[in-house]
């Protein structure tokens, strides 16, 4: 975690100096959200129904496991979801978007996450910054009956019907104050406003969601082994470039799992570099991670499977809206 992250967590008094700041920031937010909300500027609408699955606070919060899951329970029910995401950490040019996910996709193209949704949902994914760019192209090349967009509740420019907050329950929203000082990225009054909100590893099964290792996965060959294969073993390495290393590392200890601990910056660029001091050695790492590793990585290199549990109300309640 950042120093500033780390601050606005443990309710450093110094981020008082920034509140200034933090009230210009508020009055932007609320200016900007007022002209759409008023007609000001318009919005626009697609003609099938919009789910967003965001957060209102800087740093991951285990959206895209979410998206992931609310996918494949939507084809489970013989729907037919596709995603749309701006993209974050895709380094292609402007005029290379939006950009149809495919198996030749890499996170250059279109970022790690709309990548790792791809590959483990198999639905149509479309990436561009613009989100309205990535819906009208997602609806012009596939028959879709709901359309997800990971994050984007901040994206006023794409009108939705029906909002869904992922909030992490341990850490919350940190000191309750908007970026620069606190994590939100809209005051916490925002999730009133919203449609659902879910709390990873909350206490009330209607409103939390859960996440469950499923298995080890190899990053080059896709052979899968049981959990408690690296229990006993003696050289291991855990990386991870996400929002939050620690939960990675968490899981491994609650596997009984003891690995040497190597953290990267979230959405990081991974280089031969990065695992030249890891020879040798057996690589564990997250699935996002993997995406970017499989020919960085070596034969001895796995990822963790990790399913999200959703309510099921929340389920049922974005089934019924692509039914309409």
């Not at 100096?17 to 759409?36: D, K, N, S, V």
């Not at 749309?84 to 996450?113: K, M, W």
């Not at 990065?274 to 564990?284: K, N, P, R, W």
């Amino acid at each position: 975690m950042g120093t500033l992250e780390a601050a606005w967590y443990r309710g450093a008094v110094w981020l008082w100096l920034l509140r200034p700041l933090e009230w210009l920031y508020r009055i932007l937010t609320a200016l900007r959200r007022g002209a759409y909300g008023r007609g000001l500027i318009r919005a626009y609408r697609c003609d099938r129904p919009l789910v967003i699955v965001g957060n209102i606070t800087v740093g991951g919060t285990g959206k895209t496991p979410v998206v992931i899951a609310l996918v494949e329970a939507l084809k489970q029910r013989g729907l037919r979801p596709g995603v749309v995401s701006r993209g974050y950490g895709a380094t292609a040019h402007i005029s290379a978007f939006p950009h149809q996910v495919s198996l030749s996709s890499n996170a250059s193209d279109c970022g790690d996450e709309p990548l790792l949704i791809y590959r483990r949902t198999g639905v149509p994914v479309v990436v561009a910054p613009r989100r309205a760019e990535a819906i009208k192209a997602l609806l012009a090349n596939a028959d879709i009956d709901v359309v997800i967009s990971d994050d984007g509740l901040q994206h006023y420019a794409m009108a939705r019907d029906l909002e869904i907050a992922v909030i992490d329950a341990e850490r919350g929203l940190g000191n309750g104050f908007c970026l620069p000082a606190g994590p939100l990225r809209e005051p916490k009054s925002r999730l009133k406003t919203v449609d659902r909100v879910i709390y990873r590893g909350g206490d009330v099964s209607d409103s939390s969601v859960t996440y469950q290792p499923q298995c080890w996965v190899n990053v080059s060959s896709g052979a899968m082994r049981p959990l408690d294969s690296f229990v006993d073993a003696a050289t291991l390495a855990a990386i991870a470039g996400i929002g939050q290393p620690q939960q990675f590392f968490d899981t491994l200890t609650d596997l009984s799992i003891a690995a040497a601990q190597m953290v990267f910056p979230d959405h990081h660029d991974y280089s031969a570099e990065d695992f030249a001091s890891l020879e040798g050695q057996t690589v564990l790492m997250t699935e996002k991670d993997a995406v970017k590793c499989a020919s960085l990585a070596g034969d001895d290199a796995w990822f963790l499977r990790i399913d999200a549990v959703l309510p099921q109300s929340l389920i049922e309640r974005v089934a019924e809206l692509a039914q309409r």
